[in-house]
Each structure stands twice: as C-alpha cells, then as structure tokens.
C-alpha cells in the first residue's frame, strides 16, 4: 500500500450515499476526517493503521497519512488534508509541541481537533483526546518489575529509561513507574544505577515536570531501538559487576525493551534480568514467550481506533463525542476518552492476546 492510504468510515455511509445519489452520475466522496500518524517506522504505529483499516472499510471519505518521524512533515500533511476540506483531523503528533502549529491551522479552517494517544501541548487549538490511561501504564510496568523481588531484597540493581521527551506520554509512563518505584528506592530495597539525575531526586515521590524532565534528558531512549541499545551498552560498560546480578530494567515499551534486553542478555556479570515493555507488539510477545523479555502492558488499539471513529462521527453528525475526563496540556483542560490497560506476562500471554482474538496463534512459535 502506498503512503496514502484512503479508508473509509462506515458509520458515514449515509451521508455519503445521499449525496451520491443526488445526481446522475456518483460523485467523488469528499475526504471528511484525516488521520496523521507518527512513522510507519515502529510498529505500534502500523499496527493503528491496521486497526483504522479494520475499522473503516469500504469507502473513501477518510484518508490516512504518516510523518516519518518529522514535524515538517506531519505540518504538510495537515496542510494537505485541508486542502481536501477534512471537517475532522485525528492526530497523534510526532512532537506534542511542534505539532501545535499543524493544530492551530486545522483550527482555523474550523476542523475539529482530536489529538490521538499522544497529547498535543500547549495550545488552545485541541478539542478533543482519545488515549489509554499512560499513567497506569508505568505503574503497571514498575509494579511488574516490584512483583519480581524476592522477600527482603535490599540493593536490587534498577536500570530505567524513559521515551522521547518531545513526547507528553514518556512523562505520563515515567511518572507511573516514579510513583510506584520510588518508596523502594528511598527505602534502599532498589538502587538506581544509570542515572544521577534520578538519584538526587530519589528521596520525591511526586516529581515536577522539570524535574522528570532532568531524568528523561539522562535516561530517554528517544524512543529509538538504536538509541536504546546504546544507552544500554553504555550503561553497562560504566558498571561495575557487583552493580548488575540481577538487573530490574524499567523499559518504556516494546521495541526499546527488545533492544535493551538484548544488551544485558549479552552481558556476562548480569546473571538474570527483568524488562518491561508496552504495546504487545508481535516481535516482543515472541520475545515475552521466548523469556527474553518478562512483560509487556496490552493497549487494545482496536478500542482506541473505535473510539476516535466514534468521536469523528459525532462531530460530523452535530453530537458532542462522550468523554470520560480532561487532561491539561498546558495551556487548557482537553476533554479527554480513556482506555484502560492490561499486564501481560508468560502465563497471561495466550489468554490475553491469542483466545481473546488479538492475534491469531499461527503467529508465533512456542506458545
Ligand atoms: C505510545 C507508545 C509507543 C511510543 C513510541 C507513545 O506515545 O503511547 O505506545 O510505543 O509512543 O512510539
């Protein structure tokens, strides 16, 4: 498929077939709602294409477009969309910042806004935002990570590292896995290895923006595999043996997992490790059955997908979308719609992801 993927959206059917029908001759639907996506890079993104794809069969009202990673890019590719006459734009924003720009445009042609699992900050020109709860996310993640010492552990050496700071998620994941971590640290049940700025902070629970952001500056993986390995091969290097045995590694999510994973897999004084992840992605559920890397945090994107659709689709038909909450971006409260999400492990993967019908088993091996 080439990068511009038209789809459709099925609830809009009536709209489009009254107008076709209008004439003798079938007009051209018009495209009504963009769609612009981060990269085709990862696969969590392709796996949302996927999903809006299933979602949206049939028509071509709705037109899908990637940024590959570049804010210029995902700018144009508003600007694009507008020059269509979109009424709705779903984005999830390379960069939460800089993509304020792309949103102020759709604004003042008077599209609705939906900012897509990531926020798009400090702007009033978002109205709505469909996300899973990324705060749990992290929680989630530590909690794994906590579930794993054995009674009276003290010292346990902690690896953590965080997403792209031009993200607003990496602050919500880290400040979920700060929270639940962080009373363990203080209290010398774990000890932080890779990073300073985090220990001078050890002794907060509840960090301020600034001050995440002087550990994620240390511990970002700027949500690249390569970045994340090195950081890994880095931090492993600097330590000395007695400060890995075994290793609790917090990992923002799947792909850098894998990447870290394979570094302390590598390293001869880590004599076990355990690593988070997020997304369920198909190469880390291997993993995760492989026992290379020990959980990941299931974020059922077919439910995101439904509920931006949804949202799309009251907009067009004149009804505000249902929201379940607001998150500040910085400069208003965005109403907000929120998934839950679900901890996978060893002995939950084939129940949460293969008999619920997410994947199907021939997928993967070993299961
Ligand atoms: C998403 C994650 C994803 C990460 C890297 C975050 O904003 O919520 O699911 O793994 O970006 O693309």
Redesign the pocket.
């Known amino acids: 498929m080439g990068k511009i993927a038209k789809l459709a959206v099925a609830a809009l059917s009536l709209t489009i077939a009254a107008s076709a029908f209008t004439g003798c001759a079938p007009q051209k639907p018009k495209v009504q709602v963009g769609i612009v996506l ?2 085709k890079d ?1 696969p ?2 392709v796996q949302d294409e996927a999903r809006f794809m299933d979602a949206l069969k049939g028509q071509a009202n709705v037109e899908l477009l990637f940024s590959q990673g570049d804010s210029g890019k995902e700018k144009q590719n508003v600007e694009t969309l507008l020059t269509k006459g979109i009424k709705v734009l779903i984005i ?1 924003p390379q960069d939460g910042t800089a993509a304020a720009a792309a949103a102020e445009a759709a604004k003042k042609e008077g599209v609705t806004v939906i900012s897509y ?2 926020l798009i900050t400090n702007t009033t020109a978002v109205d709505y935002y469909v ?2 709860d ?1 705060v749990a ?1 992290g929680r989630a993640q530590a909690q794994y990570l906590v579930n794993q010492l054995p009674a009276g552990t003290k010292g346990a050496s902690l690896y953590l590292y965080a ?2 700071a031009s ?4 602050f919500l ?1 880290f400040q979920g896995g700060w929270e639940v971590l962080q009373p363990l640290i203080a209290d010398g049940t774990f000890m932080i290895k890779n990073s300073a700025e985090a220990v001078a902070l050890q002794g907060k629970k509840n960090l301020e923006r600034a001050e995440m952001a002087k550990i994620i500056g240390q511990i970002s993986t700027e ?1 690249n595999f390569d970045v994340a390995k090195k950081k890994a091969a880095d931090n492993l290097t600097a330590a000395s043996a007695k400060d890995k045995g075994v290793c609790y590694i917090l990992a ?5 997992a894998r990447a870290i994973a394979d570094e302390f897999a590598k390293d001869k004084d880590v004599s076990k490790y355990y690593v988070s992840g ?2 369920a ?1 198909k190469a880390s559920v291997q993993y995760i059955i492989d026992g290379k890397q020990s959980m990941t945090v299931f ?1 059922d994107v077919r439910t995101l997908v439904r509920d931006a659709v949804t949202m799309a689709t009251d907009v067009l038909a004149g009804k505000t979308p249902v929201t379940t909450g607001s998150y500040d971006n910085g400069k208003k409260q965005v109403a907000a719609k929120q998934t839950e999400v679900i901890t996978v492990e060893q002995k939950n993967v084939k129940s949460a992801l293969i008999d619920s019908g997410y994947y199907p088993a021939s997928d993967f091996t070993g299961l």
């Not at 993200?167 to 990496?170: F, P």
């Not at 923002?252 to 850098?256: A, I, K, S």
């Open positions: 981060p990269t990862e969590r993104w999830c699992d990531r996300t899973f990324s996310v997403g792209a993200d607003n998620n990496a994941f949500w923002p999510n799947d792909g850098t997020q997304d992605e974020k």
